[in-house]
């Protein structure tokens, strides 16, 4: 399953919430899906999501840290993890069980610890503070195929300046997604999104 490197960020979604929300997200063409386990029932919703898009999309955790909070996301039939730092015992379990593993780093410290623990791709957080730049001279030192992703200040306004230094993609979070939206809003949002990462991202 080929995907944009979008990853919808639905943090305080409730379960009712889940479907309706995640399948104007695929239809509009973003199929990487995470529900922060801070959002109330986390993990029903990612096991209805799971349930009802498992075939169009990946359904996946964010603010995940502890080794049990994994389990439970790969039991939902969650298949990522994004967690908020590199904690190596977070980021074995991940990949011990199949899942991908999208770490939070700010430093090449954070980078190559989570590296060296298996992480898929790295999450940079906040991206509005270390910025284009402090990525880009990031990425001079990291594995090349690594794929690298803006979080934390990363919208369609900015999508370009990201790809620039090197980025595979982004995390969308109160951009896409605010509790009391509509599924029309987060539709909206979305195709504006995938219009402009398909505009920008590297040929």
């Given at each position: 399953m080929d995907h944009r490197h979008i990853i919808a960020i639905l943090r305080g979604?409730?379960?009712?919430?889940?479907?309706?929300?995640?399948?104007?997200?695929?239809?509009?063409?973003?199929?990487?899906?995470?529900?922060?386990?801070?959002?109330?029932?986390?993990?029903?919703?990612?096991?209805?999501?799971?349930?009802?898009?498992?075939?169009?999309?990946?359904?996946?955790?964010?603010?995940?840290?502890?080794?049990e909070d994994v389990r439970a996301v790969a039991g939902a039939g969650g298949t990522f993890i994004v967690s908020p730092d590199t904690n190596p015992a977070v980021i074995s379990e991940t990949v011990r069980l199949g899942l991908k593993s999208y770490p939070g780093v700010f430093s090449p410290t954070d980078a190559f610890a989570a590296i060296r623990a298996g992480a898929t791709g790295l999450k940079f957080f906040p991206a509005e503070v270390l910025g284009a730049k402090g990525i880009k001279a990031m990425k001079a030192v990291l594995p090349p195929a690594l794929p690298l992703y803006a979080v934390g200040g990363a919208n369609p306004d900015n999508f370009h300046e990201f790809f620039d230094v090197g980025c595979a993609g982004f995390g969308l979070g109160t951009y896409i997604f605010k509790p009391g939206m509509s599924a029309g809003d987060v539709a909206e949002r979305a195709a504006l999104a995938v219009a402009a990462y398909d505009k920008g991202r590297p040929q």
């Amino acid at each position: 399953m080929d995907h944009r490197h979008i990853i919808a960020i639905l943090r305080g979604i409730t379960p009712e919430e889940a479907v309706p929300i995640c399948t104007v997200l695929v239809d509009a063409g973003i199929t990487l899906i995470e529900v922060p386990l801070n959002s109330p029932n986390a993990v029903d919703s990612i096991g209805r999501a799971a349930s009802a898009l498992g075939d169009r999309a990946e359904i996946g955790a964010g603010t995940v840290l502890t080794e049990e909070d994994v389990r439970a996301v790969a039991g939902a039939g969650g298949t990522f993890i994004v967690s908020p730092d590199t904690n190596p015992a977070v980021i074995s379990e991940t990949v011990r069980l199949g899942l991908k593993s999208y770490p939070g780093v700010f430093s090449p410290t954070d980078a190559f610890a989570a590296i060296r623990a298996g992480a898929t791709g790295l999450k940079f957080f906040p991206a509005e503070v270390l910025g284009a730049k402090g990525i880009k001279a990031m990425k001079a030192v990291l594995p090349p195929a690594l794929p690298l992703y803006a979080v934390g200040g990363a919208n369609p306004d900015n999508f370009h300046e990201f790809f620039d230094v090197g980025c595979a993609g982004f995390g969308l979070g109160t951009y896409i997604f605010k509790p009391g939206m509509s599924a029309g809003d987060v539709a909206e949002r979305a195709a504006l999104a995938v219009a402009a990462y398909d505009k920008g991202r590297p040929q």
